[in-house]
């Protein structure tokens, strides 16, 4: 285990980027456009053909840069250390700020897709939130199998003979290790006399078309760069000619970054909170301007237990969220006031210190706005902000308690959250045997060993490895990506998923990955709760998917057919994911 001691004073977040202490030095602006045969690229959209005559989307596109350096004039290279980058198209993640770089004159830049073989194999966990290599942001870390994927391409196809639009075959690109890291080189005539910007094209079609030509249906649907893979060494042969320069220019100085916001009611005196979490897990981005104190976290854990919070003090958050359902609860439907039964099931409320987007659509971007909801949900706790202040008001206690939390007795919809969020963001998973086997600590029993490695395993026959494929969305320390994902379930009760959120074609029928942790005390399964056993929702991921334009590409790269795991591979399954739950 690990304590993180969150030092409020200020809550100042500095980061410090290389090229700081160089009042003089120059900086580069470094951008990417993501193209298809030089047109900008568009996710999700079925429109893109290789030479092999297949139509195919991109639906996620992330990689991650590092090694920049410049040659100078005399041929020699500057190496600009500690520069990285993660890229994402999904996220408009496209470019990046090179900083301390000495004045002059330089002909071309270099840098390479994934990190060195160092920083490969360090403990993830060691990088602040907000880096580049931090797991908890870019998703790109392989968790127990060790070391980042490079680079991330997936999406679905139409083999030339195909013309119908649904249930189309997925692919899965995923280039790591470290003999597949690619270095790119990019002539680039550059005067660094004054700060520069570099702007390259990133052409997808370069991957199927290059060096070595890709043809999904020849050579395969998916790799993940084992040794040997004659498609990861093709993308790397591809990789490197994909790039190319579209322009440079001087750029206008960028304003520096705005220091954190200040923390709202910040009383003269408090109690930082010791919040410790496992020495495996990353560093999450917890709110500055909401810093966990004791007195907030206990103000906010008596709040997720008061009934007042429900229009007839019938129900609290603690009614739907109950420790021993791991923090859910054991209902198909949460049940709210009068009875009243709602259409999605209470997700498990602990590790939210990770997530970014909350409820199975994340229509809420932050745990304050999360709070809010149930309290005016009329088929939840049916009651006002206002009122529930003024209940709270009322009560003798809760006034001091707000006064030691927030610097005065005033109580308001917004205190009323920020305490809630304070105690939701301490909610951990407890340990578990996975972590006491982790530890050295206990051993797997023969069925639970064989159930881990097929979690671990991809299915790819053309490699001979035919795992179960659950890690894709599962995988790392906390058993999430906190992506959403269309995962093959019949649509029985009209629910669009993340549709409802964004409008977007693209996400019909997508919902959040939850958390393995703690899985056995959480039944009934799904957004719907319509598997009431482990064994069901194994069963439904080995052959009972249901085909649709949006069914994850790791997913839809399957057969049809399913994976046909045996009786004794499923049973192992089931037997593993009871090792995640505390005992």
């Known amino acids: ?64 840069l590092s090694g920049f350096a410049l040659q100078r004039e005399d041929g020699g290279w500057t190496e600009l250390a500690d520069h990285f980058a993660w890229m994402d198209a999904a996220q408009h993640r496209t470019s990046v ?67 119908a639009p649904a249930g189309l075959p997925g692919f899965a690109y995923h280039l790591a290790r470290d003999p597949y890291r690619t270095r790119v080189v990019l002539p680039a005539p550059l005067d660094l006399g004054h700060d520069t910007g570099v702007l390259a094209d990133f052409d997808l079609a370069a991957l199927f078309d290059g060096e070595r030509p890709l043809t999904l249906a020849r050579d395969g649907v998916a790799t993940h760069s084992r040794d040997g893979d004659p498609v990861a060494a093709a993308l790397a042969a591809n990789l490197s000619g994909a790039f190319h320069l579209r322009q440079c220019a001087p750029v206008v100085p ?10 709202l009611y910040l009383p003269a005196a408090f109690t930082p909170y010791r919040m410790v979490i496992d020495r495996h897990l990353p560093i999450p981005d917890l709110p500055r301007d909401n810093p966990l104190t004791e007195e907030r976290v206990a103000l906010g854990s008596r709040l997720f237990r008061e009934r007042a919070l429900s229009r007839d003090g019938s129900v609290s958050c603690a009614s739907c969220h109950r420790e021993a359902a791991g923090l859910s609860d054991s209902r198909r439907f949460s049940t709210g006031v009068d009875g009243r039964v709602g259409s999605r099931r209470a997700m498990g409320l602990f590790d939210l210190a990770w997530k970014t987007s909350y409820f199975w659509d994340g229509r809420a971007r932050s745990l304050r706005e999360q709070v809010r909801a ?8 049916d009651e006002t902000l206002e009122r529930v202040a003024a ?13 030691a ?7 308001t919809a917004e205190k009323l959250a920020l305490a809630l969020e304070n105690y939701l963001l301490t909610l951990t998973s407890p340990p578990a045997k996975f972590d006491r086997v982790l530890a050295g600590q206990a051993s797997f029993t023969e069925s639970e060993r064989r159930g881990f490695e097929l979690f671990v395993t991809e299915y790819e026959p053309r490699t001979g490895q035919r795992g179960a494929d659950c890690f894709h969305c599962h ?10 994902h269309n995962n093959g379930l019949s649509d029985e009760r009209g629910d669009a998923g993340r549709f409802r959120v964004t409008a977007l074609e693209a996400d019909r029928g997508k919902f959040a990955t939850p958390s393995l942790r703690n899985v056995a005390r959480r039944g009934p399964y799904m957004h719907d709760g319509r598997f009431g056993t482990l064994e069901e929702v194994v069963a439904h991921y080995d052959h009972a998917l249901t085909r649709s334009p949006t069914l994850d590409p790791n997913l839809a790269k399957h057969p049809e057919s399913g994976l046909h795991l045996s009786a004794e591979d499923q049973a192992a399954l089931v037997a593993f994911l009871k090792t995640l739950s505390s005992e």
């Open 374 to 381: 149930p309290i005016e949900d009329h088929a939840e706790m």
């Open 405 to 411: 939390a927030f610097g005065e007795p005033e109580i």
């Open 254 to 263: 960028t304003m520096p970054a705005s220091a954190a916001p200040p923390p």
């Open 1 to 64: 285990m690990r304590f993180i001691l969150l030092f409020l004073a200020g809550v100042a977040a500095w980061c410090l980027l290389p090229g700081n202490h160089h009042a003089r030095a120059s900086v580069l602006e470094f951008e990417v456009r993501h193209t298809f045969r030089g047109e900008p690229l568009l996710l999700d959209s079925l429109r893109y053909r290789n030479t092999a005559g297949e139509t195919l989307s991109v639906e996620r596109l992330s990689y991650l």
């Open 475 to 484: 995988g790392g320390p906390l058993f999430t990506d906190h992506q959403f």
């Open 97 to 163: 700020r090179l900083g301390g770089i000495p004045p002059g004159r330089y002909r071309a830049m270099r840098f390479h897709i994934g990190p060195d073989a160092a920083d490969n194999a360090a403990d993830p966990s060691r990088w602040p939130a907000a880096h580049p290599l931090n797991p908890n942001l870019n998703g790109l870390y392989w968790g127990w199998q060790g070391g980042y994927v490079f680079l991330a391409m997936e999406g679905h196809f139409r083999p030339p003979e195909s013309s």
């Open 391 to 403: 209940k709270l008001a009322a009560d003798p206690a809760y006034p001091a308690l707000f006064r």
